[in-house]
DNA sequence: ACCTCCCCGGAAAGCGGTTTCCCAGTCTGC
DNA sequence: GCAGACTGGGAAACCGCTTTCCGGGGAGGT
C-alpha cells in the first residue's frame, strides 16, 4: 500500500510537501516541487488514505442515510435526490436500511456516530412510540454533541431540521378535489393506526370531509405497503371512493379490485399519495397526491449540510394529481 | 468529543486496558476493571472513532457498491440484496450512483479505494468501449493491488468475481416460449447497440429463433429505460410479439401501445426481461425472464468477500414467467 | 546596505485508536 | 520451596495524514 511518505521520499521531498500539493492546503507549493511531488504519486499510484485524513483533519467527507426499503420506490427517490445533493457536494453517502425496525434506527445512528459522518438523514415516518423515540432522540443527542448534523424528511422529531411533507393539507385538498367530483361515501386505507404520516394523511383527508358537511369516511386500518392496500380494499365495499394513504397501497388496492372484478373507475374510484414515478404507467393511472420527492431528498441535506442556528422545518406542499383511476359521479 | 483516553481515564486504566475492554481484542481482562471501563464508557457516551480503528487496525468494516441509478428498481433490488447480506456481516455500505456515467464509475472506484473499502460491488452492465474499460480496470487492479476486493454483477469485466445473469440463454428460451405459442414475427426492442447486457439478451433471442426455422427478428434500438422502450414501440408495427430487452423498456412500450390504441396482447404480444417486483401488478401482468435480483446482490458480496483464488463467475438462471401481456396466436 | 516582510520548505506534534512488548504477580508441577 | 508457565495490566510504538511552528532566503522599502 502506498502511503505519502513513499510519495515524499520518491519525489524527496518531505512529508508536509507532499500532503500540501496532494491533498489540498492553503499553503502554496512552488511549481518545481509541485511537478514532483505529482509525478511521484502518479508513479506510485497513491490513493490517500481517507481514514488517516479524517482522523487527522478530524472530519470526514461522508454523509448517512437511514431509510426504511431502499427498493421501496418512495424511498429510493427520496434516496436518490439526497445522493445527487451530496455529490454536488463532494460528499459520499452511506446507506443503512432499516426495514421498519425503529432499533436498527437507532443502532444506525450509533454507528453512523462512530463513523463520524458529516450529517444523518433520517428518512421515513417512525412509529408513535414514546420509549423508542425517546431513545432514538437520545442517540441523536449525543451524536449531535460531538458536532454531527441531522436532517429528517417525513419525520415528527421535535428539535430536528425536517423536511415535512405537508401530509395532513395533503389530505384534506384531495378529500375536497374528490368530493367536487361528486363523491360523497369515502373509505379510507389508512395504514398502521400510529404511523404518524398515515395519521395525518388520513386525519386530514377527514377533517376536509368534515368540513364539507360530508359523512364520515370508513377508516381501515392495515399495513402500510402494498399487501395492506390490497388487504384493506377488500373490506371497503360500500364506498364510492377509496383513498390509499400511499401510492403502494393505492396499486394493492387496485389489484384487489381487480382480482374481484370490481371495475376502477366505474364501480370504484382510487386515490393515492405521493405520486410515484415507477407507477406512472400503472392502469387506470392513479390519482393521488404529488410529492417532490428527489428535491426533498435533497433539501434535507441542504438542511442538514445549513447554519442551522435552531430547527427549521420546511414545509412541502403537495399537489393534487387527478387521473383515470377516479371518475366524476 | 469523548475519546477512549477520556473513558481510560475516568475509569482509572491504562488506555490499552479500555481499549480491549470496549473494542474486543484476544486478550482477557479482569472482571472489576472491565466494569469500571463499561460504566466510564456508558456514562460519558463514548463512541469509538471508526476513522481512528481503522487507521489503526488497518481494515475498515464499509464496503462500496456502485449502482447506475438507485430509483431504478433493479438496481433498487440488487443493492438491496447487498445490503443485507452486508448487514449480516457487520459491514455498511457506501453506496454511489454513476447515472451511467463511465467516468463517474472509475471516480467512485478510485474514492472507494481510497477509502479503503473492504470491497466494491459493481452492478450494471456497461458500454463496450475498450479505453473506458481500460481505464476502469486499471483503477480495480489499483485497488486490489492495495488489497481490495472486487465483485460486479452482470458486468463483463474479465478477471473479476461475477454473478452474471444468464442473459443470453434467458433471452433464448424467451424465444422459444413465444415461438411456442405460435409467434413467428417477432420485433426487438433491443437498447443500446453497445450494452453488453442488452446485447446478449438480443443475440439469445435471435440465435433461438434461428434455430428454429424463424424469420429474423425485428432489431429496434434504443435507450435502456422507459423512455427508450416507448419510442423504439412505435417501429415495431408489423411484429406480433415484442420482446423488450429489460421489463423498464417494456413498460414503456405498454405505454405507447396503449395510446395508440394498440391492444396488448390481442394486436400485439409483449414481454420483458428482470421481473422487476414492483411492476409485479402491472397491467397487462408482463411476461418477462425471472432474475432473482436479491439473491444476485447477496451472492455477489459473498464472492467478494469469498477466498477468491482465482476469478469466479457465477451463472445465474432466468426463468422464464409467462403473463397476459402474451398471447396464444 | 540594513531591516522587515513574505514565501515556501521541513520537522514534529498531534488525531484516536490497536497492539507489541515488558513486567509483576499468581499458579502450577516436581 | 522454587523454577517455569501463565495471567492481566500498562507504556509506548505505530497506523497515515494534517497542520502548526520554525527557519532560511529573496524582495521591497528607506
Keep these: 500500500m502506498v502511503t505519502l511518505e513513499d510519495v515524499a521520499r520518491q519525489a524527496g521531498v518531505s512529508l508536509a510537501t507532499a500532503s500540501r500539493v496532494l491533498n489540498g492546503s492553503t499553503r502554496q507549493v512552488g511549481a518545481a516541487l509541485r511537478a514532483r511531488v505529482e509525478r511521484?504519486?502518479?508513479?506510485?499510484?497513491?490513493?490517500?488514505?481517507?481514514?488517516a485524513q479524517t482522523l487527522a483533519r478530524g472530519a470526514s467527507n461522508v454523509i448517512g442515510i437511514v431509510v426504511h426499503d431502499l427498493t421501496d420506490p418512495y424511498f429510493a427517490a427520496l434516496a436518490d435526490g439526497a445522493m445527487r445533493a451530496a455529490a454536488g457536494e463532494g460528499l459520499l453517502v452511506m446507506v443503512g436500511t432499516?426495514?421498519?425496525?425503529?432499533?436498527?434506527?437507532i443502532a444506525y445512528v450509533a454507528t453512523l456516530n462512530a463513523q463520524r459522518v458529516r450529517a444523518v438523514l433520517l428518512a421515513?415516518?417512525?412509529v408513535d412510540d414514546p420509549e423508542v423515540?425517546?431513545?432514538?432522540?437520545?442517540?441523536?443527542?449525543?451524536?449531535?454533541?460531538?458536532?454531527?448534523?441531522?436532517?429528517?424528511?417525513g419525520q415528527d422529531l421535535l428539535g430536528v431540521d425536517t423536511v415535512a411533507p405537508a401530509n395532513y393539507e395533503g389530505g384534506a385538498a384531495l378529500a375536497r378535489s374528490l368530493a367536487g367530483l361528486g363523491h360523497t361515501r369515502f373509505a379510507v386505507l389508512a395504514g398502521p393506526p400510529n404511523l404518524m404520516t398515515a395519521r395525518d394523511r388520513c386525519a386530514g383527508f377527514a377533517a376536509a370531509l368534515e368540513?364539507?358537511?360530508?359523512?364520515?369516511?370508513?377508516?381501515l386500518h392495515g399495513p402500510f405497503d402494498r399487501d395492506g392496500g390490497y388487504a384493506a380494499a377488500r373490506q371497503s365495499r360500500d364506498a364510492t371512493c377509496v383513498f390509499a394513504v400511499n401510492d403502494v397501497m393505492a396499486v394493492g388496492a387496485l389489484a384487489a379490485y381487480r382480482e374481484q372484478g370490481v371495475r376502477v373507475p366505474d364501480d370504484v374510484s382510487v386515490a393515492g399519495f405521493d405520486d410515484?414515478?415507477?407507477?406512472?404507467?400503472?392502469?387506470?393511472?392513479?390519482?393521488?397526491?404529488?410529492l417532490p420527492l428527489t428535491d426533498m431528498g435533497a433539501l434535507a441535506l441542504e438542511l442538514a449540510l445549513g447554519a442551522g442556528e435552531r430547527a427549521v422545518v420546511e414545509r412541502?406542499?403537495?399537489e393534487v394529481v387527478l387521473r383515470e383511476s377516479v371518475r366524476r359521479l
Design 276 to 290: 410515484i414515478v415507477t407507477l406512472r404507467d400503472h392502469v387506470p393511472a392513479l390519482t393521488t397526491v404529488r
Design 40 to 51: 511521484a504519486a502518479d508513479e506510485l499510484g497513491y490513493r490517500a488514505n481517507m481514514a
Design 133 to 153: 423515540t425517546a431513545r432514538l432522540r437520545h442517540e441523536l443527542e449525543r451524536y449531535r454533541a460531538s458536532g454531527g448534523r441531522v436532517a429528517c424528511v
Design 124 to 126: 421515513g415516518s417512525r
Design 316 to 318: 412541502v406542499a403537495g
Design 98 to 105: 432499516t426495514h421498519r425496525d425503529p432499533e436498527q434506527e
Design 211 to 219: 368540513e364539507l358537511g360530508l359523512p364520515e369516511p370508513r377508516i
